[in-house]
């Protein structure tokens, strides 16, 4: 798990990327659209385990569920506070690993953009505890197979940081993920707690290399919406996320 620190310094940061042009902005709206499809209309109690500034929180309240959320950043906590000032009280610093709930408190839970920080392993059992039997868990995870990352990751990232180094700048700490886990084994990981995969998601799709992708940002995110059309034709190899709806076990 990273530090809070890591995220401290970036929640303000992140909260602003939801609303901007390009890559970053297009990947999390694309995201939350697609959680929120698979959410539903039926409102009930809702947890999101991971909330970040608290933006899908906001979205699922707006469709009358009552919300709970946590975060283990104290920065993300303030700024999900605010943007939710009747839920503020149900809006807790916590790591999603140990959830201060009781047994089957919520009939939805949520984790987008966290899983693979925390560790899917540890995570996943504890949604599972905290969910109704029925109950409906969202979870994102990014797709191990998105060319985009794969470029980002073992080429755009190194040559950034060789070239921060040959000019004498350090470079920008990032939180640290946990070893990614294939869309097979995540789903594995989903039945072993007891909840069935019900229906997946791709979303983020990003054709665009970096830093194409910056020099581009409106090509981007036109692409990278009408490309979603596509679902799996396309996703598999050109969306950064994945998504999946799975309910727990009666």
């Not at 019900?198 to 992708?213: C, G, K, N, R």
């Amino acid at each position: 798990m990273p530090e809070t620190s890591d995220f401290d310094e970036r929640a303000e940061l992140y909260d602003r990327a939801y609303d901007a042009p390009g890559a970053d902005g297009y990947a999390l709206r694309s995201r939350m659209s697609a959680v929120l499809r698979l959410v539903g209309n039926d409102p009930g109690e809702a947890l999101d385990a991971g909330m970040g500034p608290g933006r899908l929180l906001a979205e699922l309240a707006r469709r009358g569920w009552t919300v709970t959320g946590v975060d283990v950043s104290a920065e993300m906590v303030g700024t999900a506070r605010r943007r939710l000032p009747s839920a503020a009280d149900r809006l807790l610093q916590s790591p999603i690993e140990e959830l201060p709930f009781p047994d089957a408190a919520f009939d939805l839970v949520v984790a987008t953009g966290v899983l693979e920080y925390a560790g899917a392993e540890q995570a996943i059992p504890e949604l599972a505890r905290v969910l109704r039997p029925s109950g409906l868990a969202v979870v994102s995870y990014p797709n191990p197979r998105a060319l985009y990352g794969i470029w980002k990751t073992r080429a755009w990232y190194p040559a950034v940081r060789v070239t921060k180094r040959v000019v004498g700048r350090p470079p920008r700490a990032l939180p640290r993920g946990s070893a990614m886990v294939s869309p097979e084994g995540f789903e594995e990981l989903l039945g072993a707690a007891k909840l069935i995969p019900v229906q997946t998601e791709y979303a983020s799709f990003l054709a665009i290399p970096s830093p194409l992708d910056d020099l581009l940002p409106k090509t981007t995110e036109r692409l990278g919406t009408r490309l979603e059309q596509s679902g799996p034709r396309f996703g598999r190899h050109l969306a950064a996320q994945i998504v999946y709806a799975a309910r727990k076990v009666a």
